[in-house]
């Protein structure tokens, strides 16, 4: 019985039933709806991990589960795949060990729609290698660190959308890094495309950013005069989608965790402070409204605004966020309501001030908001890595817990980019689950007949392309550089332009008000109105020498650029960062031994126990679960290349051990046929061995514990044996010391070694009679034997 199996029993004997199967490979029928009813057979019993092969299928209870606890950590922890359920828990171990084993760093790449649980699992990753790996005092700060950042990043980054209450509106890859004995000292996370435009706009039944919520519901009563904070419904940025509250959700105790998780990255209190200065004065700006004076814009000077005493002008609707971002009043008035603006003519420069309209000055309100909040969002992910970073990388654990693919009613610019992302790290597992284990089978020689699956680079290609034709991420940036005004001109004129480039592609349509693109998991419409504005993503020069301005050094320090340095070429975009960032990451993660978890969203009301058939059975299609398993079911679970895998297993033959001479393939086949493995379980490629079942490798794993757990009671026995005989030299010479002189009538029997068969009976046949067949003589000798009468006997 393998480690933890008593274990399991205790656990399953709450569920005497057998639920479906534990690992997919093993269905007797392979089909979209075979795989649904398995999920939804094991998801009513209330276990939400199913596997394939060592991809792990994770559906969302929208519940506590039970199975999260110190003893389930304990049950996984060391244990092989098949002694145990399925759980996240196998598959982080697995990831832990295997960095510790083969030298290798690991990623984990978490992938699902909105909603399917990706952030939770994410979670229970980073708890489970803390909870594993040893330390001392320095090592504990760093996970503190690690488990910390989450209810930071969250209560910034997070968001009630319309299909997830806690939805991720960025993406973070998170790097564990680990010392060469196991321990994480070390860690960093970069992040990727924060959704500034929920800072000013949000869609019905969702909301702004948590940490609006809970500043308002947990300030305390000094912070609430100072910051001037009241009800939600107050505030512009607030009140558009008129939704303040989430089911579950405990704002002010969330505000408390949110602190809590600044003091233990390292933040100061005064940078704290002014940190929820910040966030108030993002709320109070959006309060800034304009009306129209003669086609221009002007500030209305109305409003319920609760300004402090000690702010002048007490009743003027600039002077509150102007106080709280150290502004002056009348120099902000004047940024939001005019732009200086570059003008060349007869070959001199000269700026001059554009007097805007009520339009471009709500935009140059809310690119100021955006401006400072994905600032303060890239501040405190830099604090979080300042808290973790360590001068040398060794090995690491990446976890990437990034927004899920994303179809709303109307779609716009931030779906566009989401949605591109998901794109490419379907690519990713297609290219090394699918596509490389097929052509390495072909590369090596094996065995082999190729399964038909959708490669979903054709419409990665569709977006990201360079030349010709023109990919949609390039027509975009064209029309960008050559806008110059805001409005829907440029809009259509992306439309236009993508109609000529891509207007034929098979996996791309177009309609009058934006386009059509064929994604792997469906077809998703966009509309194109603000995709220009949006990608162009630029904050003014006039809103960056504003804020570096500022009193406060803290927002100084968050504006470093220096504009007098004439930038030449076009200025980066949005859709050109994103598509850099995806990349970057890709390259990051194709060099990590690649682990997966696939997040299936059973419903749309959030209830547990509620299965929505239709939603599963897409879901199972467009994440190519059918593929997946047949891939698995006829393929190889394990390859390693020759030298590695004698490396690894040498120790189970004499022959192969210490070291294998001669020719490494051969070698590894002496080492197979050696521990009797059936030949149909394994294929010899050119440069790699091939194990069909997870089975026979487990085996070898045993067989090799064996082997060191002999190791170690040879070496345990040596060592008792070396320290019984130092004991009994030590107990002799202290014998010595306390008979001298004491014995001089048989004095040179004090050092006489110990004999113990003093009749030599293996001279002596004729005595060995008398002993039984494996008796042990452990001291024998003749003796004189007297009676009561004192006479002798021999």
Known sequence: MGRGSKERFHWQSHNVKQSGVDDMVLLPQISEDAISANLRKRFLDDYIFTYIGSVLISVNPFKQMPYFTDREIDLYQGAAQYENPPHIYALTDNMYRNMLIDCENQCVIISGESGAGKTVAAKYIMGYISKVSGGGEKVQHVKDIILQSNPLLEAFGNAKTVRNNNSSRFGKYFEIQFSRGGEPDGGKISNFLLEKSRV?????????????????????????????????????????????????????????????????????PNVQQLVLQLVAGILH??????????????VESCGPLLPPPSVPGGGEILAFPAYLLGVDSGRLQEKLTSRKMDSRWGGRSESIDVTLNVEQAAYTRDALAKGLYSRLFDFLVEAINRAMQKPQEEYSIGVLDIYGFEIFQKNGFEQFCINFVNEKLQQIFIE????????????EGIRWTPIQYFNNKVVCDLIENKL??????????DVCATMHATGGGADQTLLQKLQAAVGTHEHFNSWSGGFVIHHYAGKVSYDVSGFCERNRDVLFSDLIELMQSSEHAFLRMLFPEKLDVDKKGRPSTAGSKIKKQANDLVTTLKRCTPHYIRCIKPNETKRPRDWEENRVKHQVEYLGLKENIRVRRAGFAYRRQFSKFLQRYAILTPETWPRWRGDERQGVQHLLRAVNMEPDQYQMGSTKVFVKNPESLFLLEEMRERKFDGFARTIQKAWRRHV???????????????????????????????????????????LRQFLGKRERVDFADSVTKYDRRFKVRR
């Open 200 to 268: 000013v706009m949000q869609n019905e039944s969702e909301r702004n950013f948590h940490i609006y919520y809970q500043l308002l519901e947990g300030a305390s009563h000094e912070q609430r005069q100072n910051l001037g904070l009241m009800t939600p419904d107050y505030y512009y940025y607030l009140n558009q989608s008129d939704t303040y509250k989430v089911d579950g959700t405990d704002d002010r105790s969330d505000f408390g965790e949110t602190l809590g998780a600044m003091q233990v990255i390292g933040i100061p």
């Open 285 to 298: 700006l959006g309060n800034i409204s304009f009306c129209e004076d003669g086609n221009y814009a002007r």
């Open 432 to 443: 090394l689950t699918l596509k490389a284990e097929q052509e390495e089978y072909v590369q």
């Open 468 to 477: 010709s034709p023109p990919g949609i991420m390039s027509v975009l940036d």
């Open 724 to 766: 019984a005989v130092r004991k009994y030299e030590e107990m002799r010479e202290e014998a010595c010391n306390i008979l001298l002189n004491k014995k001089e009538r048989r004095r040179n029997s004090i050092n006489r070694n110990f004999v113990g068969d003093y009749l030599g009976l293996e001279e002596r046949p004729e």
